[in-house]
């Protein structure tokens, strides 16, 4: 339950648009993260998130305003200098159908390129809107552990029902970066479990 984003939020409806800004995160946004997050989680879709750990990652994270009301949420963290994921999406319940959590993953993304990443996975309800923005269902291969510590604490961690999709971002080089990737972020002490990995990289477009 590491996002609360599911096909009702990239239903884009045909409405006058709005005034959206997407910006990186600031700590003055912290308190708004946490009331959508956390409200999220009271209906059990999410794990709740305290200031203590939120102070920590703003950083990794991108939102998205109107005016001052703060309309969704998402972050980018860094596994290995060429790997990471896309997580803590949440969009605003009177927002959804505004085309806010296309632009939150577009963003995310978009950082994602700018760090030179080769690419980037996702644990998601909604394949279907995942593979119009070139993300790929992938099976699990192997990956440390510390990558599913939020899952660890998910009360559905045995039989989590969320999809692995993977975008690869510079498909040149993920054939020979890829392996690497789960070695290189693996610890001394990190156990090994299932990871996503790619399954037919010629229908990802190149970049």
């Known amino acids: 339950m590491i996002s ?16 959206l800004a997407v910006r990186k995160a600031r700590m003055h946004d912290i308190r708004p ?16 998130r305290t200031e203590f750990e939120m102070s920590e ?11 001052d009301r703060l309309l969704g949420c ?4 860094f596994y290995s200098p060429t790997f990471g994921e896309i997580r803590s999406l949440a969009v605003d319940e009177r927002a959804k159908t505004k085309g ?3 632009r939150l ?4 993304v ?3 390129q700018a760090y030179k990443l080769d690419a980037v996975f996702a ?9 119009k923005v070139h993300f790929q269902e992938v099976e699990r291969g192997m990956l440390p552990l510390k990558a599913w510590k939020d899952c660890l604490r998910c009360p559905k961690f045995q039989a989590c029902d969320e999809v692995a999709v993977l975008r690869v971002l510079r498909r040149q080089s993920w054939p020979e970066t890829a392996p690497q990737v789960w070695r290189a972020s693996a610890g001394p002490d990190d156990q090994l479990i299932q990871l996503p990995t790619p399954v037919g990289l010629s229908s990802i477009p190149p970049k």
């Open 100 to 102: 806010v959590g296309r």
């Open 33 to 48: 993260i946490l009331d959508l997050i956390n409200g999220y989680a009271a209906k059990g879709v999410m794990l709740p």
């Open 4 to 19: 609360s984003v599911r096909e009702d939020a990239f239903v884009e409806a045909a409405a006058p648009p709005l005034c």
């Open 105 to 108: 993953v577009e963003a995310l």
């Open 123 to 131: 644990f998601t309800y909604v394949v279907g809107f995942f593979s």
């Open 110 to 112: 978009d950082e994602a």
């Open 57 to 67: 990652a703003i950083r990794d994270f991108t939102v998205i305003t109107e005016g």
């Open 74 to 77: 998402g972050a980018l963290h």
